[in-house]
């Protein structure tokens, strides 16, 4: 992504990029916050999301490609080597959505570290100088038996969640003869919709960041792969 006018676009409007770690520890879900976002420098998604995305559903489509060519010159009596062979039998969509689930998933628990955020409430967390007792602790009060997850965390879940299921709807649906650009409409619909009702600066570009990300990675991955399978 175009870092220097997204660090500039960001620091005009949030400062510094640990700014909301405070505000954002302290609220539940998102689903709760009704308010529609509007007037915000930082759209969701940006151009250069919106260009990512659909690059990596462009890759999708090659990987299906590849594999029909392949699948033709087997018929037609070549020998394949063995790892074109392996890439004949295996799952291409199956192997596109893991892909996309660890890289989302990785991203995700980046975000989490980088601002000691409660995310999976399994262990005991110490924030604003008090303990938070996991969900397991006889001793937890909350009603959620342990501490709150954190308001970016549970956005940026709910994009990755959302993202995932869009996707697997659209494979699930179109098999072998899936289109990039409806991968493409299924991830902008999860990063438009979490995106709608977030009315912070910050957390809308790490929407546009986790998205971005996620889809260069996966194509950069997805792409070594049909390099080796070529060779």
Same mark, same amino acid.
């Given at each position: 992504m175009k870092k220097a006018i997204l660090t500039a676009a960001l620091l005009v409007t949030v400062g510094s990029s640990f700014a909301m770690s405070d505000e954002l520890y302290s609220q539940k879900n998102p689903a709760n916050v009704t308010g529609v976002a509007v007037g915000y420098e930082l759209v969701a998604p940006m151009q250069e999301t919106v260009v990512a995305v659909e690059d990596l559903g462009k890759v999708l489509e090659r990987a299906h490609e590849v594999r029909q060519d392949l699948v033709k010159r087997q018929v037609a009596g070549e020998r394949l080597t063995d790892r074109q062979d392996r890439f004949v039998k295996h799952d291409v969509n199956q192997d596109f959505?893991?892909?996309?689930?660890?890289?989302? %998933?990785? =991203?995700? #628990?980046?975000?989490?570290? +980088?601002?000691?955020?409660?995310?999976? *409430?399994?262990?005991?967390?110490?924030? $604003?100088?008090?303990?938070?007792?996991?969900?397991?602790?006889?001793?937890?009060?909350?009603?959620?038996?342990?501490?709150?997850?954190?308001?970016?965390?549970?956005?940026?879940?709910?994009?990755?969640?959302?993202?995932?299921?869009?996707?697997?709807?659209?494979?699930?649906?179109?098999?072998? %003869?899936? =289109?990039? #650009?409806?991968?493409?409409? +299924?991830?902008?619909?999860?990063?438009? *919709?979490?995106?709608?009702?977030?009315? $912070?600066?910050?957390?809308?570009?790490?929407?546009?960041?986790?998205?971005?990300?996620?889809?260069?990675?996966?194509?950069?991955?997805?792409?070594?792969?049909?390099?080796?399978?070529?060779?």
């Open positions: 959505l893991t892909v996309l689930d660890r890289n989302l %998933t990785n =991203r995700v #628990e980046f975000f989490k570290r +980088a601002h000691n955020w409660n995310g999976d *409430n399994k262990y005991e967390h110490s924030g $604003n100088y008090e303990t938070f007792l996991n969900k397991h602790n006889e001793k937890a009060t909350e009603a959620v038996n342990g501490y709150s997850n954190s308001y970016g965390w549970n956005v940026l879940r709910n994009v990755r969640q959302d993202a995932l299921s869009n996707v697997k709807a659209v494979l699930d649906q179109q098999g072998e %003869t899936v =289109r990039g #650009e409806d991968i493409a409409k +299924a991830i902008l619909a999860a990063t438009s *919709n979490n995106a709608a009702t977030v009315n $912070n600066e910050e957390l809308r570009y790490y929407i546009n960041e986790l998205v971005w990300y996620t889809a260069k990675q996966t194509v950069k991955e997805t792409n070594k792969q049909l390099s080796h399978v070529l060779k």
